[in-house]
């Protein structure tokens, strides 16, 4: 199977921060996967068992020094997805409302299909996304917006950021619909999700709060058109 090229257009990630560079953040662009796979399984040491502690959930959470509300709305543009994770990337409307495609660059030749359902009182954004097809968006991400004032009574955000362990990363409930070749599955990463989304998270924070120091929107130029 042939990969299909990204999609071109004038709408570039990270456009407003060309020839900064930020130290921490993480992306398919910078640093390929087998670079990264040291980092990660580093990061995954701990005195208690992996299975333990990430077996059925994976949550991650940090400090954010942004506001709450431009960092909620930020992410719950679906493109912001292109400027903080590791591999989400040429992402593109389909012919449903609300659902968008790209291409996981964790895995070659496989699409990914999202639909963001946000929150604006709560300031909660979830992810409903999955690999290959976009009828049963199963694999769901979590995220909340907390304004640090009420939890930490200083300024800025606080992120909380989950996922449950569903059934489906145990077994390719579609593997008609994956491309022909691909012997890897999503599920085959999870013991390595709590070390990505750090990272991810990691991105966020960096990018937001640069973003905020330097007097910039969070949600960029190109993601406004």
Request: proline letters at 8%; aromatic letters at 10%; one cysteine or more.
């Amino acid at each position: 199977m042939t990969a299909t090229p990204p999609p071109t257009g004038s709408s570039t990630p990270l456009a407003d921060l060309d020839g900064v560079t930020l130290d921490g953040v993480i992306r398919a662009e910078t640093h390929t996967r087998a670079e990264m796979t040291p980092t990660v399984i580093d990061m995954m040491r701990s005195v208690y068992p992996h299975e333990r502690v990430y077996g059925s959930y994976c949550p991650v959470q940090g400090y954010v020094d942004a506001p709450p509300r431009e960092l909620y709305e930020w992410l719950a543009d679906t493109r912001s997805l292109e400027e903080w994770t590791y591999s989400t990337r040429y992402l593109r409307p389909t012919g449903t409302p609300d659902l968008w495609m790209g291409r996981d660059r964790l895995s070659t030749d496989t699409e990914f299909y999202v639909r963001t359902v946000a929150n604006p009182d709560a300031m909660t954004v979830d992810y409903h996304c999955a690999w290959d097809q976009g009828e049963h968006l199963w694999m769901i991400y979590l995220m909340r917006v907390v304004d640090a004032q009420l939890v930490l009574n200083k300024p800025g955000s606080v992120v909380l950021w989950n996922n449950c362990r569903h059934p489906f990363y145990d077994a390719n409930p579609y593997p008609k619909t994956a491309p022909e070749g691909r012997e890897e599955w999503v599920g085959d990463l999870w013991d390595m999700f709590a070390a990505g989304h750090q990272i991810e998270l990691d991105n966020l924070t960096a990018i937001a709060e640069h973003r905020h120091r330097a007097g910039l929107p969070l949600t960029p130029d190109w993601m406004r058109s």
